[in-house]
């Protein structure tokens, strides 16, 4: 999905849930959007075990495990931000802690701090390069992964 494309078509919280599972990439990976609050601050997501998903080892492919939290900081802050802003995918990293196994779920916050940041770094037109880190837990809650993102944001000229 590129920005283009979701920036040109207007999705609301359930349309851009829906949209994202039906996701051919998503899907095949057993990714599905849980929940994605009214306001865009909130995003859960969940990566179900599946044969097309397994390692050699028979855990979670870590593709798998960094694409269920690739784009969600990304469009969580375009939607927050509004049109004046120009919001890209940077870089991104993902740090194995323990082996996945199970659902695994991951939680997406944008908070007024972050959103207070973004506009005060880039009041006077220059770009800003936040990281932001999302933990992939097991269905015990145990931290299997961390996913960091580095957007790329600016006021639009």
Same mark, same amino acid.
């Given at each position: 999905?590129?920005?283009?494309?979701?920036?040109? /078509?207007? +999705?609301?919280?359930?349309?851009?849930?829906?949209?994202?599972?039906?996701?051919?990439?998503?899907?095949? &990976?057993?990714? !599905?959007? $849980? %929940?994605?609050?009214?306001?865009?601050? $909130?995003?859960?997501? %969940?990566?179900?075990?599946?044969?097309?998903?397994?390692?050699?080892?028979?855990?979670?492919?870590?593709?798998?495990? +960094?694409? /269920?939290?690739?784009?969600?900081? /990304?469009?969580?802050? &375009?939607?927050?931000?509004?049109? %004046?802003?120009?919001?890209?995918?940077?870089?991104?990293?993902?740090?194995?802690? !323990?082996?996945?196994?199970?659902?695994?779920?991951?939680? +997406?916050?944008?908070?007024?701090?972050?959103?207070?940041?973004?506009?005060?770094?880039? $009041?006077?037109?220059?770009?800003? #390069?936040?990281?932001?880190?999302?933990?992939? !837990?097991?269905? %015990?809650?145990?931290?299997?992964?961390?996913? #960091?993102?580095?957007?790329?944001? $600016? !006021?639009?000229k």
């Amino acid at each position: 999905m590129s920005q283009g494309f979701l920036s040109k /078509m207007a +999705f609301g919280p359930r349309g851009m849930r829906w949209l994202f599972n039906l996701w051919p990439p998503f899907r095949g &990976m057993g990714v !599905k959007v $849980r %929940e994605i609050a009214p306001d865009f601050r $909130r995003v859960v997501v %969940e990566l179900r075990m599946k044969m097309l998903n397994r390692n050699y080892v028979g855990t979670h492919f870590g593709g798998s495990m +960094f694409a /269920m939290a690739d784009p969600f900081y /990304m469009v969580m802050m &375009m939607q927050v931000l509004g049109r %004046e802003y120009v919001v890209w995918d940077k870089s991104g990293g993902i740090r194995f802690l !323990k082996p996945g196994r199970g659902t695994l779920t991951a939680e +997406f916050n944008v908070t007024q701090a972050m959103v207070d940041e973004v506009i005060e770094k880039t $009041r006077e037109g220059g770009k800003f #390069e936040p990281t932001y880190a999302v933990d992939l !837990k097991d269905g %015990e809650g145990t931290v299997v992964a961390t996913v #960091e993102k580095t957007l790329y944001i $600016r !006021k639009k000229k």
